[in-house]
């Protein structure tokens, strides 16, 4: 089993993800998970990170305590550089002003295509979810981490609507479906860092968190996940890193 240790589950995915970001970097964020991870890296090890909302927000100071539930909140406006109109913020996507794409989802599949519209059955969905909102702008135009917790109902062989591209078929067919930028960087669980192959693009695991056993992550994957027979491990979070991430998050609204 999976050793938690002095952290819970949200937390090692909010710390393993903030330590993939890199100072200088302009990052498209969601809330949740994403947010913590991206105010995590400025405040440890990127002070020049950039954050972007969709909403229209660029450069926030996410304020202690005051976690905006949405990205359309005003808590998100705190101190930051610009406001500007939601399509003004995509037409930097489309520009290629931003390095990094950084969400979750409802279920990825094996070429690290997300889905965040339903679940089943298109014409009667076992459950409808959210939708794309930026997410399909996100995912073509720039690299993507995702976020997320690794169960087999979440990795799935073959998502059920693609709403956010990754390598889609594998191979070339990003590129020939003329999504020629981009794609699929990191899968963040809270089991494991997750790849893409430079062929194929498959899914393939790069590192194992602590306690974790390769034997978990396949008894927890929908499809074949290839795991080197040497694989790395991650160093677990730093006694730092939580102690930023509890004093963003007091109330523990996203890592409990």
Same mark, same amino acid.
Do not use: W
């Given at each position: 089993?999976?050793?938690?240790?002095?952290?819970?589950?949200?937390?090692?995915?909010?710390?393993?993800?903030?330590?993939?970001?890199?100072?200088?970097?302009?990052?498209?964020?969601?809330?949740?998970?994403?947010?913590?991870?991206?105010?995590?890296?400025?405040?440890?090890?990127?002070? &020049?990170?950039?954050?972007?909302?969709?909403?229209?927000?660029? &450069?926030?100071?996410?304020?202690?305590?005051?976690?905006?539930?949405?990205?359309?909140?005003?808590?998100?406006?705190?101190?930051?550089?610009?406001?500007?109109?939601?399509?003004?913020?995509?037409?930097?996507?489309?520009?290629?002003?931003?390095?990094?794409?950084?969400?979750?989802?409802?279920?990825?599949?094996?070429?690290?295509?997300?889905?965040?519209?339903?679940?089943?059955?298109?014409?009667?969905?076992?459950?409808?979810?959210?939708?794309?909102?930026?997410?399909?702008?996100?995912?073509?135009?720039?690299?993507?981490?995702?976020?997320?917790?690794?169960?087999?109902?979440?990795?799935?062989?073959?998502?059920?609507?693609?709403?956010?591209?990754?390598?889609?078929?594998? &191979?070339?067919?990003?590129?020939?479906?003329?999504?020629?930028?981009?794609?699929?960087?990191?899968?963040?669980?809270?089991?494991?860092?997750?790849?893409?192959?430079?062929?194929?693009?498959?899914?393939?695991?790069?590192?194992?968190?602590? &306690?974790?056993?390769?034997?978990?992550?396949?008894?927890?994957?929908?499809?074949?996940?290839?795991?080197?027979?040497?694989?790395?491990?991650?160093?677990?979070?730093?006694?730092?890193?939580?102690?930023?991430?509890?004093?963003?998050?007091?109330?523990?609204?996203?890592?409990?």
């Amino acid at each position: 089993m999976t050793e938690r240790k002095n952290y819970t589950a949200s937390e090692l995915l909010a710390v393993m993800s903030g330590r993939i970001l890199e100072d200088g970097q302009i990052v498209f964020a969601g809330v949740g998970i994403p947010l913590l991870a991206a105010t995590l890296a400025q405040r440890v090890h990127a002070p &020049g990170l950039t954050i972007l909302f969709e909403g229209g927000v660029v &450069g926030p100071f996410v304020v202690p305590g005051e976690l905006p539930p949405s990205t359309n909140e005003q808590r998100c406006t705190r101190r930051a550089n610009m406001v500007l109109p939601i399509t003004d913020v995509l037409l930097l996507l489309q520009r290629g002003y931003v390095d990094v794409g950084f969400m979750g989802g409802a279920q990825i599949d094996r070429y690290g295509n997300l889905n965040s519209s339903f679940i089943g059955n298109p014409e009667k969905p076992a459950i409808r979810l959210p939708g794309t909102g930026g997410g399909n702008d996100i995912s073509s135009l720039t690299q993507m981490i995702v976020a997320m917790k690794h169960e087999k109902r979440r990795f799935v062989d073959a998502v059920d609507f693609i709403t956010s591209p990754g390598f889609i078929k594998g &191979g070339t067919s990003r590129a020939d479906s003329g999504l020629i930028a981009g794609g699929m960087y990191r899968v963040v669980t809270d089991l494991a860092i997750l790849g893409f192959d430079a062929e194929t693009k498959e899914m393939q695991v790069i590192a194992l968190h602590p &306690g974790v056993e390769a034997e978990e992550v396949k008894d927890n994957t929908g499809f074949d996940i290839a795991i080197p027979d040497h694989v790395a491990r991650t160093e677990p979070p730093q006694e730092n890193e939580l102690a930023v991430l509890r004093d963003v998050d007091p109330d523990r609204l996203y890592t409990a």
